[in-house]
């Protein structure tokens, strides 16, 4: 990947009342070393992170990423993230973002075994190019997250609604989903109920309606399908965060992957089974989610 910019950031407090913060980030040579070797990011995956897609030097959906982002450092116990210095991070990485597409990435681990704080950074390179899986879809399989749709109340400390650095079973989810000859796969409970994509959120349409699974914590909360239900919304279309049984999933009249970066990918099959696709209606939904959001 060809780094453009990459920025580390000395966390101030969340009751700093600082108003700048040029001389809390340092820029550093995105294709150098840049963190110890006992940084607790890489040793245990212990620290949270959000990527934030770009347009055009456009940084998308800042706000929803940030909220985020300071809810998967309360479930970590991680320091709070000054949120304006933050914002600050974000302005100053994306000013290096030229035309097209790109993505933005925000790191905050718990630092040095035993240091006295965390560590953080940003950094941008281009995206993918995703044009031809929003425009021809993806197959998908479903599989058994082996936790229950209780799970996540029963035992908060599983952080299930936290975006982790721990993201080795995401990958190896969809390493099998490839081995099935599929591209992606969705989550299910070991009790039957949808959850969420290893990197993505669900969005069906059901008898007119646009449903996405609750997000009661065993899921995180997407960005892009927030910004998915607005969009719908304000045309007048009905919305509904519910409980989705895996039988759903076959009774839907089309349905999407919805992330960050890849935006709205059309669902073509599951497990095997074609699904319907509505190519227009993906075309608009992925021309709004392109267009400048806050």
């Not at 991070?89 to 790109?102: D, L, N, T």
């Not at 933005?104 to 993918?128: C, D, F, N, Q």
Request: proline content about 6%; aromatic content about 6%.
């Amino acid at each position: 990947m060809a780094w453009l910019y990459a920025l580390m950031i000395d966390p101030a407090a969340s009751d700093d009342v600082r108003t700048t913060f040029a001389d809390t980030f340092t820029a550093v040579d995105p294709s150098a070393p840049a963190l110890s070797v006992g940084e607790l990011s890489t040793q245990r995956g212990d620290g949270i992170f959000e990527s934030i897609g770009v347009v055009d030097g456009h940084p998308q959906e800042v706000e929803a990423h940030l909220e985020r982002l300071a809810h998967s450092a309360r479930l970590c116990d991680l320091p709070a993230p000054h949120l304006p210095q933050w914002r600050a991070a974000i302005a100053a990485v994306a000013a290096h973002c030229g035309a097209g597409e790109s993505v933005i990435k925000l790191i905050l681990s718990r630092g040095v075994e035993h240091g006295p704080t965390p560590t953080a950074w940003v950094t941008a390179a281009p995206a993918a190019d995703f044009a031809r899986v929003r425009a021809e879809g993806v197959r998908i399989v479903t599989l058994d997250r082996g936790l229950d749709s209780r799970a996540a109340i029963r035992a908060p400390w599983l952080l299930l609604g936290a975006k982790t650095l721990s993201y080795a079973v995401n990958m190896a989810a969809i390493r099998e989903a490839k081995r099935q000859g599929a591209d992606d796969a969705i989550f299910v409970s070991s009790d039957g109920i949808v959850l969420e994509a290893p990197t993505a959120s669900v969005i069906l349409r059901i008898g007119g309606t646009y449903v996405t699974p609750a997000p009661t914590g065993s899921i995180l909360h997407g960005t892009t399908q927030l910004s998915a239900f607005e969009w719908l919304e304000a045309q007048g279309l009905a919305t509904e965060y519910r409980e989705v049984p895996a039988s759903d999933l076959l009774r839907a009249d089309a349905a999407w992957l919805l992330s960050s970066v890849r935006l709205a990918a059309p669902i073509t099959a599951i497990d095997g089974t074609a699904l319907p696709v509505d190519p227009d209606f993906t075309g608009r939904l992925n021309a709004y989610l392109l267009s400048p959001r806050d």
